[in-house]
């Protein structure tokens, strides 16, 4: 089952627009990751973030994560029609001497010049 | 540096056979994942192996199955195929044995299955 969902599950913008997606989980959590998928193609990692991290910075991407409210959220500055993909959140909980990946829905971002 | 691959890319199969795709991690990492994504759909746990064991498995059949081989490289066997195992199957790879290990999954390019 989906751990969570991200919001929209789909998002038009501008070229040099920002783009802001938001992803909700259930339960607690080592780390949160995003991921890019091209029209199903593998997916891309982006960023990780800790559960004792706030917020982190990687290029045009930002990413906060707020435990109390089991949300994060991912900021692309200054989009780029390059950028119009799917991206999805994953939320990772070590458990029984394995980690498994728990995506949510994603959400598909187009970018147009 | 070599990322993870999958073969092959696309497989035809018909319901009730059997089909076994393979992964190969990232250079230097010794452990893999499996993950199923149906079309529109999140990519969905199937199991992880670590050191030849599976080390924890989602909520999938018996009829999922997998291999680790000494080297690392896996693979994913699926038998009894149903239409719904239609979908795309991700391998993702990470390092767990050796310092610093990373929690980051690298995935693979996925194999397309469909199911007729």
């Known amino acids: 089952s989906q751990q969570g969902e991200e919001d929209p599950q789909a998002l038009s913008i501008q070229e040099g627009e920002n783009a802001t997606m938001n992803c909700s989980y259930k339960?607690?959590?080592?780390?949160l990751q995003w991921y890019r998928q091209n029209s199903g193609r593998g997916l891309v990692h982006l960023i990780l973030?800790?559960?004792?991290?706030r917020e982190k910075h990687s290029g045009r991407l930002r990413v906060t994560l707020d435990t109390s409210k089991k949300s994060s959220s991912l900021l692309i500055t200054a989009s780029r029609a390059a950028d119009t993909a799917s991206y999805f959140c994953?939320?990772?909980?070590?458990?029984?001497?394995?980690?498994?990946?728990?995506f949510g829905t994603g959400t598909q971002l187009k970018v147009e010049l | 540096d070599a990322g993870v691959t999958q073969s092959p890319t696309h497989l035809i199969k018909t319901r009730g056979q059997q089909v076994t795709l393979r992964c190969s991690p990232k250079?230097?990492?010794?452990?893999v994942s499996w993950y199923q994504q149906a079309l529109g759909q999140g990519p969905q746990f199937i199991f992880q192996?670590?050191?030849?064991?599976?080390?924890q498995r989602g909520n999938f059949p018996d009829r999922f199955s997998g291999h680790q081989f000494p080297n690392y490289s896996s693979e994913l066997n699926v038998n009894a195929l149903l239409l719904g195992d239609s979908a795309l199957y991700l391998c993702?790879?990470?390092?767990?044995?050796?310092?610093?290990?990373?929690?980051?999954?690298?995935f693979g390019p996925g194999t397309r299955l469909t199911v007729l």
């Open positions: 994953a939320t990772d909980r070590t458990a029984g001497g394995g980690n498994k990946l728990t």
């Open positions: 993702a790879s990470s390092l767990k044995g050796r310092t610093p290990s990373t929690d980051t999954q690298y």
């Open positions: 250079s230097g990492h010794d452990t």
């Open positions: 192996y670590y050191e030849e064991e599976e080390r």
């Open positions: 339960t607690s959590i080592n780390n």
């Open positions: 973030i800790r559960s004792n991290e």
